[in-house]
Antibody, heavy 119, light 107 residues
Framework: EVKLLESGGGLVQPGGSLRLSCSVS????????MSWIRQPPGKAPEWLGM??????????DYNPSVKGRFTISRDNTQDILYLQMDTLRTEDTAIYYC??????????WGQGVMVTVSS | DVQMTQSLSYLAASPGESVSISCEAS??????LAWYQQKPGEPYKLLIQ???TLQSGTPSRFSGSGSGTDFTLTIRSLEPEDFGLYYC?????????FGSGTKLEIK
């Protein structure tokens, strides 16, 4: 069974940093693209970026809205996906999801983790 | 960015009825359109890709249609478990973008 579990969320002050993790199981992690998606309360989901698989040398793409502040990485030895978030703003408050990619579709999602940016 | 518009934010229908949920893209996206279902306490579920191709496990009462800019998700003979939020997503170009969602409530 495919499982994705996000962790690392919480309350952070504006300007601060936070690193989210997504632990996966039930599939060969290194073979798949992975993405981060967020959803502010009551708003549409927003794709943040992706990291490709081994065959594509773990290259990354980012939404311009977060490029330069957010960094996606992966540890294929521990089957963990990461999202490093720097210079956080109040508008980054959202539920953050990791998702397994079927290229640029998302066939499995985690339950999400809440990130609140507030002073 | 390609803007995805789901003009209906809320829809209520009774079991057994059929409903249609629309999604409009701000430019032609061919058939690079997916539909997702989100239910409280559950992960997002990919229902349909390529505008009309059902994912494995998606009940046959679900169907998708459209190409270019206008797309429709139709659910025939609604079941109580079909309540939830439905989102469209374009994958024609990056950044990948989602619609704002349509909440389907079962009467």
């Amino acid at each position: 069974e495919v499982k994705l579990l996000e962790s690392g969320g919480g309350l952070v002050q504006p300007g601060g940093s936070l690193r989210l993790s997504c632990s996966v199981s039930g599939f060969t992690f290194a073979d798949f693209y992975m993405s981060w998606i967020r959803q502010p309360p009551g708003k549409a989901p927003e794709w943040l970026g992706m990291i490709r698989n081994t065959a594509n040398l773990y290259s990354t793409d980012y939404n311009p809205s977060v490029k330069g502040r957010f960094t996606i990485s992966r540890d294929n030895t521990q089957d963990i996906l990461y999202l490093q978030m720097d210079t956080l703003r109040t508008e980054d408050t959202a539920i953050y999801y990791c998702a397994r990619g079927l290229w640029v579709l998302f066939d499995h999602w985690g339950q999400g983790v809440m990130v609140t940016v507030s002073s | 960015d390609v803007q995805m518009t789901q003009s209906l934010s809320y829809l209520a229908a009774s079991p057994g009825e059929s409903v249609s949920i629309s999604c409009e893209a701000s430019k032609s996206i061919s058939n690079f359109l997916a539909w997702y279902q989100q239910k409280p306490g559950e992960p997002y579920k990919l229902l349909i890709q390529s505008g009309s191709t059902l994912q494995s496990g998606t009940p046959s009462r679900f169907s998708g249609s459209g190409s270019g800019t206008d797309f429709t998700l139709t659910i025939r003979s609604l079941e109580p478990e079909d309540f939830g939020l439905y989102y469209c997503q374009q994958y024609y170009e990056k950044p990948l973008t989602f619609g704002s969602g349509t909440k389907l409530e079962i009467k």
